[in-house]
């Protein structure tokens, strides 16, 4: 499955398949990018994270892509799990831009058995 | 074993009662953040503290308000909430050794569900 992120904050799948969560960024200058996975009731959860100088990194399970050209930014999960349910929050830094992050509207996801 | 630990997990007040919420970490990490986060959104930053600088978002009421007694320690006090307050409170730290470094990996505890009654 696949979200187009701001547009479609909810994402439906079926277990074991891979989904494809997408998030346009905001600064075009932005150095450094963060996905997080926030659980109902938790705090937010580091997943993975990406320089600007790096168009794809791959963690266990996921892979974050960045295509710095229409500043835009997905998360891919392989073989998506009943505990990858979650709201998937990426965010943007820029270096001198006083040590934030600015946090994207989040992707529900939803994994159906 | 939590890293940043927030006490308490859910605290009710009432309309107009001053309330204080605490953040404790063990990272040993330099800048700590406060938070707000309101269902179904991403989290907002309120202020965050760079060692002992203290930095305040533009759009922060004056009605929020932080202290960090220590590098393991911080709070968010709340003077007057109103009902408009109720939220989720997160609480992050991060290690930033050089202004300039890309890179800010920041590491949130559990929050605190906030009720205002």
């Known amino acids: 499955g696949e979200s187009v992120g701001l547009h479609l904050p909810t994402l439906s799948v079926q277990e074991g398949d891979n989904s494809i969560i997408n998030c346009a960024y905001s600064n075009s200058a932005s150095d450094y990018f963060i996905w997080y996975k926030q659980e109902s009731g938790k705090g937010p959860q580091f997943i993975i994270d990406?320089?600007?100088?790096?168009d794809k990194r791959q963690g266990q399970r996921v892979t974050v892509l960045l295509n710095k050209t229409v500043k835009h930014l997905s998360l891919q999960i392989a073989a998506t799990q009943p505990g990858d349910s979650a709201v998937y929050f990426c965010?943007?830094?820029?270096?001198?831009?006083?040590?934030?992050?600015?946090f994207g509207t989040g992707t529900q996801l939803k994994v159906e058995l | 074993d939590a890293m940043v630990i927030q006490n308490p997990r859910y605290q009710v007040t009432q309309f107009g009662k001053p309330v204080t919420l605490s953040c404790s970490q063990t990272l040993n990490h330099n800048v700590m953040y406060w938070y707000q986060q309101k269902s179904s959104q991403a989290p907002k930053l309120l202020f965050h503290?760079?060692?002992?600088?203290?930095?305040n978002e533009a759009d922060t009421p004056d009605n929020f308000q932080s202290r960090r007694p220590n590098t393991s320690f911080c709070f968010l006090d709340i003077r007057s909430p109103g009902l408009g307050d109720a939220a989720m409170y997160l609480c992050?730290?991060?290690?930033?050794?050089?202004?300039?470094?890309?890179?800010?990996?920041?590491?949130f505890g559990a929050g605190t569900r906030l009720s205002v009654l």
């Open positions: 990406i320089r600007s100088n790096m």
């Open positions: 503290y760079y060692d002992k600088d203290f930095n």
């Open positions: 992050a730290t991060s290690r930033v050794r050089d202004r300039t470094l890309a890179k800010n990996i920041q590491y």
């Open positions: 965010a943007e830094f820029l270096t001198g831009g006083g040590n934030k992050l600015t």
